[in-house]
């Protein structure tokens, strides 16, 4: 190898190329450069990277191949008498010292870090000890509404709203102690005036000395993320609540399968004791007989409550309102009840208004509205109470009062006593009795009336009060009404006996019901099947026709149908017994060609008044009876 000269370019050489040794190849190329290569102040500066302090990131090609960055302040100029770099030359360096490798790898790691500041979805913001804003990254401006030129120099309580005025000086306390605040959960207000949530953790920046001298911080929005937890949290309580519901309601229907259970046994074994006893000693039938026909009655207002209970789950409790003096109403109701208070000793009193009072309603559903919180007075009551009914009109409402000073109602069992098979704590004894299912009827039936009714109670121990209101009509002159009543409270009529035909294939329900239609002076004749009751009445025409829907041979609907399509037949007046009492079925008897439709066990009076009635209009000039 030629000796080695001294090179012209000493100085730059020794900043661009920091090594011990540096040889020229002859010819005038460095021994370290490659021919055709750019010379090295233009290869030191061919790639930067502002830095903001005037300084550059260089990138230079060591002997081995490798590049090195290299932090430069300014870019030399071209030594006196060089030759000028040709195109597509780049030149090479040897490799640094180890102390030169060390700085240039910081300035590597800031520009790194500096380009991950940058890019961060997060907010990235830095201020001083005073609050001011000093930095600001793209990712403060997509979560904040606000560019860098706006929110540099500015207090960083333009982001807190007006109610946290103390968390900013918090924080900036714990900053000044050196102390770091992690995942601080709070609301920020963007530049258009929106609130988000937002997870803060703020640091403070040291100086070299220690000192702090700043804070750093980095806030993520967090609004999704809470309001997913927000809706997750309510999901959960309302399955909770959904939960405690059903096994509310699973407790509830469980005790009202016990009680049903005990609401049938105890008449059913009052009626079969009863039989056994009139079959064992005549001289007891008559009062057997009284026994078994309350038990069975008693029974029967059992059935029609459930499906009463059967009705309201279907929305399907039919209404025929019309006018009515709820004083009448009340009258009737209080007759009703006089026996069961008597039984049990207690006091019942009626108050009504000096003036009429009167409502568009259903009276025989109002009537049973009324009787089941009497009903259900009597019952909490205990032995020798007292229960006082009221009415009045408030403005233009009707009300309702029913009162009692029986064993109340705790807090915690009112908002749910209306609620079906609800009642309040009961002894093993089962006192009380009853299907929980009385006041959810009267709801029920005041809710179709466009009313609303309320329990009240001090605490147990201390009676109840139950209020109806219903929507009552304007007050009118006291003579308007003179001919309706009278219409209304006329006597009876002498009764005329009416031509009935009985079709009932169960031979004890037809003796029965012959021998009481007998004893209200009517004449009577059975048959016990379909077919047969179409030939007796083709033989001898009856005015009324009794007919069990479940007839063998030839079922009700049937026959009703036959029935009709006689000319011979059709001013007969045929009346449906059936034991199925749902709406439907008795639009389905109306379908078929009934005029009525009773439900067993068939109520007497209803079927007496229907018989007279048809005894009455069988006057051949008379006009068919309306079905109902």
């Given at each position: 190898?030629?000796?080695?000269?001294?090179?012209?370019?000493?100085?730059?050489?020794?900043?661009?190329?920091?090594?011990?040794?540096?040889?020229?190849?002859?010819?005038?190329?460095?021994?370290?450069?490659?021919?055709?290569?750019?010379?090295?102040?233009?290869?030191?500066?061919?790639?930067?990277?502002?830095?903001?302090?005037?300084?550059?990131?260089?990138?230079?090609?060591?002997?081995?191949?490798?590049?090195?960055?290299?932090?430069?302040?300014?870019?030399?100029?071209?030594?006196?008498?060089?030759?000028?770099?040709?195109?597509?030359?780049?030149?090479?360096?040897?490799?640094?010292?180890?102390?030169?490798?060390?700085?240039?790898?910081?300035?590597?790691?800031?520009?790194?870090?500096?380009?991950?500041?940058?890019?961060?979805?997060?907010?990235?913001?830095?201020?001083?000890?005073?609050?001011?804003?000093?930095?600001?990254?793209?990712?403060?401006?997509?979560?904040?509404?606000?560019?860098?030129?706006?929110?540099?120099?500015?207090?960083?309580?333009?982001?807190?709203?007006?109610?946290?005025?103390?968390?900013?000086?918090?924080?900036?306390?714990?900053?000044?102690?050196?102390?770091?605040?992690?995942?601080?959960?709070?609301?920020?207000?963007?530049?258009?005036?929106?609130?988000?949530?937002?997870?803060?953790?703020?640091?403070?920046?040291?100086?070299?000395?220690?000192?702090?001298?700043?804070?750093?911080?980095?806030?993520?929005?967090?609004?999704?993320?809470?309001?997913?937890?927000?809706?997750?949290?309510?999901?959960?309580?309302?399955?909770?609540?959904?939960?405690?519901?059903?096994?509310?309601?699973?407790?509830?229907?469980?005790?009202?399968?016990?009680?049903?259970?005990?609401?049938?046994?105890?008449?059913?074994?009052?009626?079969?004791?009863?039989?056994?006893?009139?079959?064992?000693?005549?001289?007891t039938r008559a009062r057997a007989l009284q026994i078994a026909r309350r038990q069975t009655d008693q029974l029967a207002r059992i059935v029609d409550d459930l499906l009463e209970v059967a009705r309201i789950t279907r929305g399907r409790i039919p209404l025929r309102k019309a006018r009515v003096d709820l004083a009448d109403v009340l009258r009737r109701t209080v007759d009703a009840a006089r026996a069961a208070?008597?039984?049990?000793?207690?006091?019942?009193?009626?108050?009504?208004?000096?003036?009429?009072?009167?409502?568009?309603?259903?009276?025989?559903?109002?009537?049973?509205?009324?009787?089941?919180?009497?009903?259900?007075?009597?019952?909490?009551?205990?032995?020798?109470?007292?229960?006082?009914?009221?009415?009045?009109?408030?403005?233009?409402?009707?009300?309702?009062?029913?009162?009692?000073?029986?064993?109340?109602?705790?807090?915690?069992?009112?908002?749910?006593?209306?609620?079906?098979?609800?009642?309040?704590?009961?002894?093993?004894?089962?006192?009380?009795?009853?299907?929980?299912?009385?006041?959810?009827?009267?709801?029920?039936?005041?809710?179709?009336?466009?009313?609303?009714?309320?329990?009240?109670?001090?605490?147990?121990?201390?009676?109840?009060?139950?209020?109806?209101?219903?929507?009552?009509?304007?007050?009118?002159?006291?003579?308007?009404?003179?001919?309706?009543?009278?219409?209304?409270?006329?006597?009876?009529?002498?009764?005329?006996?009416?031509?009935?035909?009985?079709?009932?294939?169960?031979?004890?329900?037809?003796?029965?019901?012959?021998?009481?239609?007998?004893?209200?002076?009517?004449?009577?004749?059975?048959?016990?099947?379909?077919?047969?009751?179409?030939?007796?009445?083709?033989?001898?025409?009856?005015?009324?026709?009794?007919?069990?829907?479940?007839?063998?041979?030839?079922?009700?609907?049937?026959?009703?149908?036959?029935?009709?399509?006689?000319?011979?037949?059709?001013?007969?007046?045929?009346?449906?017994?059936?034991?199925?009492?749902?709406?439907?079925?008795?639009?389905?008897?109306?379908?078929?060609?009934?005029?009525?439709?009773?439900?067993?066990?068939?109520?007497?009076?209803?079927?007496?008044?229907?018989?007279?009635?048809?005894?009455?209009?069988?006057?051949?000039?008379?006009?068919?009876?309306?079905?109902?």
């Open positions: 190898m030629p000796r080695a000269r001294r090179c012209r370019l000493r100085p730059l050489r020794r900043r661009c190329f920091p090594c011990t040794s540096f040889r020229w190849r002859k010819g005038g190329a460095p021994a370290s450069c490659e021919r055709r290569r750019r010379p090295p102040w233009v290869a030191c500066h061919r790639r930067r990277v502002a830095l903001g302090r005037g300084a550059s990131i260089v990138r230079i090609l060591a002997p081995e191949g490798r590049h090195v960055p290299r932090r430069d302040p300014a870019p030399p100029a071209p030594p006196t008498g060089a030759p000028p770099a040709p195109d597509g030359d780049r030149a090479t360096r040897a490799a640094p010292t180890p102390a030169g490798e060390l700085a240039d790898g910081a300035d590597s790691a800031r520009a790194w870090l500096a380009a991950i500041v940058e890019s961060s979805d997060d907010a990235i913001v830095s201020k001083n000890l005073d609050g001011i804003i000093t930095s600001w990254n793209r990712g403060a401006e997509r979560v904040f509404g606000y560019t860098a030129e706006e929110a540099i120099g500015r207090s960083i309580t333009m982001l807190i709203p007006e109610d946290r005025p103390d968390e900013e000086p918090g924080i900036l306390a714990r900053v000044r102690r050196g102390e770091r605040v992690d995942h601080y959960e709070t609301v920020r207000r963007r530049k258009d005036g929106t609130l988000i949530d937002v997870s803060l953790t703020v640091s403070p920046i040291l100086d070299q000395r220690g000192r702090v001298i700043g804070a750093s911080k980095i806030a993520r929005d967090v609004t999704e993320r809470r309001r997913a937890e927000e809706q997750r949290a309510h999901l959960l309580e309302i399955a909770q609540r959904a939960r405690e519901e059903a096994e509310a309601s699973s407790r509830a229907k469980d005790e009202f399968l016990a009680m049903l259970g005990h609401e049938l046994r105890n008449p059913l074994s009052a009626v079969r004791s009863a039989i056994v006893a009139a079959m064992l000693d005549d001289r208070m008597d039984e049990r000793g207690h006091v019942l009193t009626l108050t009504l208004p000096p003036e009429p009072l009167e409502l568009v309603a259903d009276s025989a559903r109002l009537e049973q509205a009324v009787a089941n919180l009497l009903a259900n007075a009597a019952k909490y009551t205990d032995p020798g109470g007292f229960v006082a009914l009221s009415a009045e009109r408030d403005g233009g409402d009707a009300v309702i009062r029913v009162k009692d000073n029986g064993i109340g109602i705790a807090a915690e069992v009112l908002p749910r006593v209306f609620d079906l098979f609800s009642q309040g704590p009961r002894a093993l004894d089962r006192a009380h009795g009853g299907l929980g299912i009385g006041l959810t009827l009267v709801r029920r039936i005041v809710d179709l009336h466009g009313g609303s009714v309320a329990a009240a109670s001090p605490g147990p121990g201390r009676g109840a009060e139950f209020t109806i209101r219903l929507p009552a009509l304007p007050t009118r002159s006291a003579d308007a009404g003179t001919g309706v009543a009278a219409a209304l409270h006329a006597g009876p009529r002498d009764p005329h006996p009416t031509r009935i035909l009985v079709a009932e294939d169960n031979p004890d329900a037809a003796d029965s019901l012959v021998l009481i239609l007998e004893l209200l002076g009517h004449r009577v004749r059975v048959v016990h099947d379909g077919v047969a009751a179409l030939e007796a009445a083709r033989a001898s025409a009856p005015d009324l026709m009794i007919v069990d829907i479940g007839l063998p041979g030839m079922d009700g609907y049937e026959l009703a149908r036959a029935v009709r399509r006689d000319p011979a037949l059709q001013r007969m007046t045929l009346v449906a017994l059936t034991g199925y009492g749902r709406p439907e079925d008795k639009a389905r008897a109306i379908a078929a060609g009934f005029d009525y439709h009773l439900a067993k066990p068939v109520d007497i009076d209803s079927l007496g008044s229907v018989c007279a009635r048809v005894g009455r209009e069988s006057d051949p000039e008379g006009s068919p009876p309306t079905r109902h």
